[in-house]
Structures are given as C-alpha cells and as structure tokens.
C-alpha cells in the first residue's frame, strides 16, 4: 500500500506544480490564456489535484508511522477531503 500512497505523493505534487506553472504562463504571457487549469478544470479540477496530492501525504505518513493499513487508508482519505476542502477556499 506505501507503493499506491507514495504514487499518489508523486502524482499529485508533479499536478501541482504543473498547475502553478501553467497559472504564471497563463497570466504573464499575452496570448496564452488557454492554458489557465483556474478557467479549463475549475474548482472541481483543484480540488481533485489537493485531494490525491493529499491522500498521497497523508496515507504515506500513517503507514511509515506503523499504523494498521485500515487506519492508514482512513488517513489517507481523510487527507485527500481536508485537502480538497482547504483548495476550495482560495
């Protein structure tokens, strides 16, 4: 399970930081506004990218704590609904 936990980090820190990037191209380069994921994905598409950036996070630090895999997917899902709820309030 640290493998899935561990993909969704990855995944979800690499949608970041392509979500951030294309919010600077999209603003600072006339022309480009197509590119903005704010205008083409929207809310729901931020919330979907902090949700796995947070069940990555949050199901990787419970399982290196030691905690029993159940508890360590609740972890995780309970990270991926706070980090959907917390790109919701922008």
Do not use: C, H, Q, T
């Amino acid at each position: 399970m640290r493998a899935v936990f561990g993909l969704a980090l990855a995944v979800g820190f690499l949608a970041v930081l392509g979500w951030i990037a294309a919010v600077a191209v999209a603003d600072s380069v006339d022309g480009w506004e197509g590119v903005d994921p704010d205008a083409r994905f929207g809310l729901n598409g931020r919330r979907v990218v902090a949700g796995v950036l947070g069940f990555g996070m949050a199901g990787l630090s419970a399982a290196y704590a030691g905690w029993p895999i159940a508890l360590a997917i609740g972890a995780a899902v309970a990270g991926a609904l706070a980090a959907g709820l917390l790109a919701a309030s922008r």
